[in-house]
């Protein structure tokens, strides 16, 4: 008989305005900087049992804003500064096009959760997405999940265009604590 593998929970977590104060294409390692809460809410999902996997929609690339090679060095600075605030995560995944692109990987198109739930062995209707822009959201239910939209970040300006959409938000959260705080109350109910 072969190799029984668990699958695992995640929470796909966007980037800007959700882990990381948000710049307008941030394009450098020195505009990197974490929300006093991240490191603390990360590590609440691992202790929860959730793998914790950024997917980050990066079309500054095809635009010509910044290289491949310097959003490596933002994520070398991003995943340091977890580093020292004593948290990490399980992986990252970014997708460089714009919307005419047309391409998979762009949320709320599930590319990137697809390839990170093959990566990690995710059950995907245990998971959820967080992030602030109705992408975020979008891609939790689009991936048999649940997506909740955080206020930070472009967040409030989106949650004005909420009721424009069909989808609905599982939760929208003050912030990536307050989300992570209802995950963890929510997994606890099933």
């Known amino acids: 008989m072969g190799k029984q ?15 990381i104060y948000s710049k307008n294409y941030l394009s450098s390692p020195g505009q990197v900087k974490l929300y006093s809460y991240t490191a603390e809410s990360i590590n609440k999902l691992k202790r929860a049992g959730f ?13 010509g ?10 994520h070398k600075k991003f995943l340091s500064l ?3 605030a004593g948290a990490s995560i399980d992986g990252i995944y970014f997708c460089p096009h714009v919307d005419a692109d047309n391409c998979q990987c762009r949320k709320p198109k599930v590319g990137m959760v697809m390839q990170g739930s093959k ?16 992408r975020d959201y ?7 999940g649940k997506g909740i939209l955080v206020l930070t970040g472009h967040g409030k300006n989106q949650k004005q265009k909420i009721n424009q959409e069909k989808i609905k ?5 003050k912030d990536l604590k307050q989300a992570v705080n209802l995950i963890v109350r929510d997994v606890k109910k099933c």
């Open 5 to 19: 593998y668990i699958k695992h929970p995640a929470v796909f977590l966007d980037r800007d305005g959700t882990l």
């Open 169 to 173: 938000p599982f939760a929208v959260c």
């Open 65 to 74: 804003m910044f290289t491949l090679k310097d959003l490596d060095k933002i």
């Open 138 to 144: 979008l891609l939790g239910f689009n991936v048999g």
């Open 51 to 63: 793998k914790v996997i950024v997917v980050t929609n990066q079309s500054g690339i095809a635009r």
């Open 119 to 134: 990566d990690f062995n995710i059950d995907l209707k245990k998971s959820y997405t967080v992030g602030d822009s109705i």
């Open 82 to 84: 977890l580093k020292i």
